[in-house]
T-cell receptor
Framework: ETGVTQSPTHLIKTRGQQVTLRCSSQSGHNTVSWYQQALGQGPQFIFQYYREEENGRGNFPPRFSGLQFPNYSSELNVNALELDDSALYLC????????????FGSGTRLTVV | GENVEQHPSTLSVQEGDSAVIKCTYSDSASNYFPWYKQELGKGPQLIIDIRSNVGEKKDQRIAVTLNKTAKHFSLHITETQPEDSAVYFCAVWGFSGGSYIPTFGRGTSLIVHP
């Protein structure tokens, strides 16, 4: 059984640009959620998808958007990047709508300059 | 929204000692309380969790206790080993906007000295 894989592992972008991060969920999982983890902080919930529908969202602006595909992989898109968007972005997958029992990926380190 | 406080922020112990990390939360409707371990360069790993209808759960050297009345829960690690050194996060699943969504604590850096 494969775990959660994220790509790319590191990324540098310029303020104002757009970025797409990718996540492949663990085999058998149908729920994906995304988190932003600033240095020295706990993960902050961005949103989650269950069977291709968004079913929960944290306190993030609309320029953070996402998709879940029929194979349950997912994308996180961030438009109009700001310096404060620099963080580790984590994807997690689980089975079921309630999204308990996460398996996390190792994350994408995004630096905005 | 949910407010989660985690203490202490840093915990230093000698190998073989016990370690206790505590989290408090604000929403009495919260129903799921997991603990995660995060090592350098890796994503968080679920180590133990507890539901709101259970007061205590144990898995070998790790245990979690939940006090719903006081709205706090704690992670207990006994017989600590150097490989337990990592950052530990608590999380609380609370109901918001029609879904249960998680709020994480700010983390505790556990250092186990050989």
């Amino acid at each position: 059984e494969t775990g959660v894989t994220q790509s790319p592992t590191h990324l540098i972008k310029t303020r104002g640009q757009q970025v797409t991060l990718r996540c492949s969920s663990q085999s058998g999982h149908n729920t994906v959620s995304w988190y932003q983890q600033a240095l020295g902080q706990g993960p902050q919930f961005i949103f989650q998808y269950y069977r291709e529908e968004e079913n929960g969202r944290g306190n993030f602006p609309p320029r953070f958007s996402g998709l879940q595909f029929p194979n349950y992989s997912s994308e996180l898109n961030v438009n109009a990047l700001e310096l404060d968007d620099s963080a580790l972005y984590l994807c997690a997958s689980s089975f079921g709508e309630a999204n308990y029992g996460y398996t996390f990926g190792s994350g994408t380190r995004l630096t905005v300059v | 929204g949910e407010n989660v406080e985690q203490h202490p922020s840093t915990l230093s112990v000698q190998e073989g000692d016990s370690a206790v990390i505590k989290c408090t939360y604000s929403d009495s409707a919260s129903n799921y309380f997991p603990w995660y371990k995060q090592e350098l360069g890796k994503g968080p790993q679920l180590i133990i969790d507890i539901r709101s209808n259970v007061g205590e759960k144990k898995d070998q050297r790790i245990a979690v206790t939940l006090n719903k009345t006081a709205k706090h829960f704690s992670l207990h690690i006994t017989e600590t080993q150097p490989e337990d050194s990592a950052v530990y996060f608590c999380a609380v699943w609370g109901f918001s906007g029609g879904s249960y969504i998680p709020t994480f604590g700010r983390g505790t850096s556990l250092i186990v000295h050989p």
